[in-house]
C-alpha cells in the first residue's frame, strides 16, 4: 500500500468509479437487450393481430388467410421473421420459413400471447411468441405463431456494449480527473498545516493557524499545544542549566580562594593540584552548558536574523580586557548590514568561544570578518601556531582537546562545532595567512531567504 495519503486517495477513487462504471456498463447493456426484446416482441404481436384478423378456417379444416402480413422480410427464405398458423387439419406458413417449421407449441394459451427463447428453423436461435384463438365460436382452434431470430438483437447489444465501453472509459478519465481535483482541493489545507509546521521548526514563537477546515482543527490545536509545552519545557531546562552553572560559581571561587591561600602559606604543589581540579571542573562545566545550549538550539531553532557587528565589537571588548587579550590587536572588518540566521545568544557563544580561543593563542593580532556570501559567513583567524592537518578531526571532537594543560582551541572548537552544527551551519579549520589557524563558519542561503 502507498505512503503517500494522495495516491491511496486517488487509487481508491479511480478503483471505485471503474468499479461502478463496470456495473453501470452490465447493467445498461442487459436494460438495452430486454428493451430490444419487449420491442420485438411488441412487433410481432402486432402481427399476430393481423393474422388473426385475416384468418378463417377452410372447409376442410385448414386454415384460411384473406391476406398475408406485408413485412418483405415475411417473403425472403431464412431472413429471421416468420409466421405459422396451425389448424388440426394443416398448416400455413410464411414463405421465409420455406420447408422448415416453428417448433411444436409449449402451454400455449388462448388467454394472452406467450413468448419463449427457442431453437428454431435454419439453426437459428429465435424469439416465438404463440397464442390460441378460435376464428370462428364453434369452430376448431387455431394455433398462431410468430418469430425473430435472435443474433441480429445479440449483434446490436454488442454493437451498444462496445460504444458505451468507449463513453464510459471516456467517463472515466473525467471522473478521475475531477477526483484528483477534489483530493488536490482536500488535501491543500493539509499542506498549509505542513508550510506553517515548517515555519514552526524555525522560530518557536510561531503557532499554527487553527481556523483553517474543521476536520483539521482538532491537529492544529494539538501541534500548538504541543508547540507551547515544548517551549515551556525547553525554557525551564535553560533556566535549570543557567542555574546550576551560577550555583556551581561561588563553590568554584571559593575554592580559588582556598588555592591562594595555600600557595601563600607555601603549599605551592597542593595549590597547583587544586587549581587543576577547578579548571578541569570549569570547564567540563562550560562544555556540559553549551551541549545542553546545542541540544536546546536543536530542538527549536530561534529563526532569529543576528546583526553580527554589535555583537562581535562588544565581545571583543570583553576580550580586550583579559589576561590573554589586552596585549593583542583585533581587526574587526565586518559589514554593518550582515545579519547571520542565528539568535543573538547563540550567536554570542559561538563567536565568544572562537574569539577567546584566537586571543589565547595568538602572538599579536586577531582577526575578524564577516561576508555575505550563501547565508553568512563568520571568519576568525589569529597569527598563533596554529593546528596541523592531523589534529583538526580532533579539534572538533565533542569534549576533544589538543592542550592537555589548558583550555585552547581544543575545548573551545568542540564547544563551537556544537552550537554551529545545532544552527544548521558548517565550521572549517584551515591555516590562515597570518600564520595560525582561520576558523570559517557558514550558514545556508535557505535559512536567510526562509526568514526574510
Known sequence: MPRSLRVRLLLSAAIAIFLA?????????????????????????????????????APDGTPALEQEPGDARFFEPASGLYWQVTTGKGAQSSRSLWDQHLPAPVNASSLEWRNRIVDGPFDQQILLVERIIRPERSGADVLIQLAHEQKSLHDARQEFGNELA?????????????????????????????????????????????????????????????ADAREKDLSRARRRAADLAHGLKTP???????????????????????????????????????????AAIRAAPSGDLTPALPLIESLVGVVEKTEFGSKLVFEVNIPDELRLPVA?????????????????????????????????V??????????????????????????????????GLAIANDLVEATRGAIMLTRSDLGGLKVTVAWPASDVSALR
Open 21 to 57: 462504471l463496470a456495473a453501470a456498463w452490465v447493467a445498461m447493456t442487459l436494460l438495452f437487450e430486454r428493451h430490444v426484446e419487449r420491442r420485438i416482441e411488441a412487433d410481432l404481436i402486432r402481427e399476430g393481430l393481423q393474422l388473426a384478423a385475416a384468418l378463417s378456417i
Open 344 to 376: 543573538s545568544e547563540d550567536l554570542l557563544e559561538i563567536a565568544g568561544a572562537l574569539i577567546e580561543n584566537a586571543a589565547r593563542y595568538a602572538h599579536r593580532r586577531v582577526r575578524i570578518t564577516g561576508e555575505s556570501a550563501g547565508g553568512g
Open 166 to 226: 468507449m463513453f464510459l472509459a471516456m467517463l472515466w478519465l473525467i471522473l478521475a480527473a475531477a477526483s484528483w481535483v477534489q483530493v488536490e482541493l482536500g488535501l491543500r489545507p493539509l499542506r498549509h498545516v505542513r508550510n506553517e509546521v515548517e515555519t514552526l521548526k524555525r522560530n518557536p514563537r510561531e503557532r499554527i493557524t487553527a481556523a483553517h477546515v474543521a476536520e483539521i482543527e482538532p491537529l492544529t490545536l494539538a501541534i500548538n499545544e504541543l
Open 378 to 411: 563568520l571568519l576568525v583567524e589569529d597569527d598563533g601556531p596554529g593546528i596541523g592537518p592531523e589534529k583538526i578531526t580532533e579539534a572538533l571532537m565533542r569534549g576533544g582537546r589538543l592542550d592537555e594543560a589548558g583550555s585552547g582551541h581544543g575545548l
Open 252 to 294: 568554584l571561587a571559593a575554592l580559588s580562594a582556598q588555592s591562594r591561600r595555600a600557595r601563600e602559606a607555601g603549599a605551592t604543589e597542593a595549590a597547583d593540584g587544586l587549581d587543576q581540579a577547578i579548571a578541569a571542573a570549569r570547564a567540563a562545566i562550560e562544555g556540559e552548558l553549551a551541549r545542553s545550549r546545542a
